[in-house]
């Protein structure tokens, strides 16, 4: 799907709604009538059967855990937070028409200088450009990614502009975040790896590790828990976190310090509690 167009549903192709309402595509009540609407799905599939629904839970990808264990069976879970895709609908844009016309949409040019439109399903948020350019961000999975885009193109379509049915969509960035489970020690972490790594605590509390290939960069924290970003696929996530794996457990805490119990301290005669001046007794 990346760095390929991408065919669009033409206007004969209804695009669906998730809530039953039609308040989701953006659009005002004399275009939601024609749309087809649908009920929720009772069972919760990370791609539905229908190209058309979204999906109603994230992507959670499998990873493996790089050997470590031995038998390979360990998998380590990454859960995608964010999808950031790109699309060019090759037509000018009437920005305040469009703003005028769409609901749930944004438009103040002497702040920004694009026309902010969100859906609810799936939950996406597009920045609409007049060179008719479109970012679409805020989903968290391919599908849900490429349905948005489906929607924005037909709303687009619903208003009076002519996009082409192929553009040139592509996924920009995927941010996952996975829990190794165990402590880490970062400052060892960065001085064998100083070609890849760097750890400023002063600046920034987590150790930014960028990874050769796939290319991708790991902000790992002490406590274990990994954010990936920069990938373009989400088995660009698996195959990055099972190559640093066995390096994280490599500088695994194995003693964790804890703090000394507080002793109650004894206290002088003829001296209140609390007070500045308190000597133990010799």
């Known amino acids: 799907m990346s760095g390929q167009g991408y065919p669009l549903a033409s206007t004969n192709t209804a695009c669906t709604t998730g809530d039953g309402g039609g308040k989701d ?3 005002g009540d ?3 009538n024609n749309l087809t609407t649908t009920s929720a799905a009772t069972a919760i599939a990370p791609t539905p059967k229908n190209q058309h629904d979204p999906s109603l839970a994230g992507s959670v990808i499998e990873a493996s855990d790089g050997g470590i264990t031995g038998d390979g069976t360990n998998t380590l879970l990454i859960r995608i937070q964010n999808i950031a895709s790109t699309a060019n609908f090759g037509v000018r844009l009437d920005l305040k028409k469009i703003a005028l016309k769409c609901r749930n949409t944004e438009f103040n040019p002497r702040r920004f200088s694009a ?3 969100r859906l609810r399903e799936p939950r996406a948020t597009a920045l609409m450009f007049a060179s008719g350019k479109i970012c679409v961000t805020g989903v968290k999975s391919t599908h849900n990614a490429t349905l948005a885009m489906k929607k924005f193109h037909y709303i687009i379509e619903r208003i009076g502009f002519q996009p082409k049915e192929y553009m ?3 996924i920009q960035n995927i941010v996952g975040t996975a829990d190794c489970g165990f402590p880490i020690r970062l400052e060892g972490l960065v001085y064998a790896h100083s070609a890849f790594a760097s750890y400023e605590p002063e600046l ?3 150790l930014i590790y960028r990874l050769v290939s796939p290319r991708v960069v790991f902000l790992i924290f002490v406590s274990g828990k990994v954010v990936i970003t920069g990938a373009k696929k989400e088995s660009d996530l698996a195959n990055a976190l099972t190559k640093l794996y066995p390096v ?3 500088f ?6 804890s703090f000394p119990p507080i002793l109650p301290q004894k206290q002088q005669p003829g001296l209140l509690k609390g007070s500045a001046v308190q000597t133990e007794d010799v």
């Open 248 to 250: 994280l457990v490599e």
């Open 252 to 257: 695994k805490k194995v003693n964790v310090a």
């Open 115 to 117: 026309v902010i439109m």
């Open 30 to 32: 004399d275009t939601n």
């Open 204 to 206: 920034f509390p987590g």
């Open 25 to 27: 595509d953006g659009m």
């Open 168 to 170: 040139d969509y592509k």
